[in-house]
């Protein structure tokens, strides 16, 4: 048990950045971004003795990680749907806008252009999201990327392109309208 506690903790301090910034990524709001890294720990600890050593901590950590966050956006709005309909709130508005841009490696100027890409982001399948974010944002490679997706590396290159594609498409789309706007 002191084994499984020692451990814990330096899995703790060698990958709560890394937790951390993954959620921020997926989730673009700071507190939310704190909440998944507390919860992926509970869980690494909860489940360290049954670790079963076929990949690496950093794979299995990013694997939870990602799965907490993409489980967490589901619920999230699944919420804004209940609420949306079943008007339960007497401040619907925190509903209908629950992420917030708060990213804080964005200066201040970049943020509107940063939550529009990260709105974009969001429209992505989830695959597609999770190849991008982690090729892009993070700059693992497709091999590494192929590890912690359990997916072939041809599956990654293609769902990396695709997603390149669509953001090409609708980040110009969008430009495009907001330079009518003006």
């Not at 990602?66 to 967490?72: E, K």
């Not at 956006?73 to 609420?83: A, L, V």
Request: proline share 1%.
């Amino acid at each position: 048990m002191i084994e499984n506690q020692s451990q814990f903790e330096k899995l703790y301090h060698e990958y709560k950045t890394l937790v951390f910034n993954v959620a921020l990524n997926y989730l673009q709001n700071i507190e939310d971004a704190e909440e998944i890294t507390q919860d992926v720990f509970v869980k690494v600890y909860n489940s360290l003795e049954n670790f079963n050593q076929k990949s690496s901590h950093k794979t299995w950590i990013y694997r939870i990680t990602i799965n907490h966050c993409l489980d967490y956006i589901k619920q999230k709005n699944s919420q804004k749907r209940f609420f949306i309909f079943g008007k339960k709130s007497q401040n619907e508005q925190e509903y209908l806008n629950t992420t917030t841009f708060e990213h804080p490696g964005i200066l201040m100027e970049n943020q509107e252009d940063a939550a529009i890409l990260f709105e974009v982001i969001n429209t992505l399948t989830e695959n597609q999201k999770t190849a991008f974010l982690l090729s892009k944002l993070d700059g693992l490679n497709n091999p590494e990327i192929s590890e912690i997706m359990q997916l072939s590396i041809s599956s990654v290159e293609s769902l990396v392109f695709r997603a390149k594609v669509a953001l090409q498409d609708k980040l110009s789309q969008k430009f495009s309208n907001y330079r009518k706007k003006k």
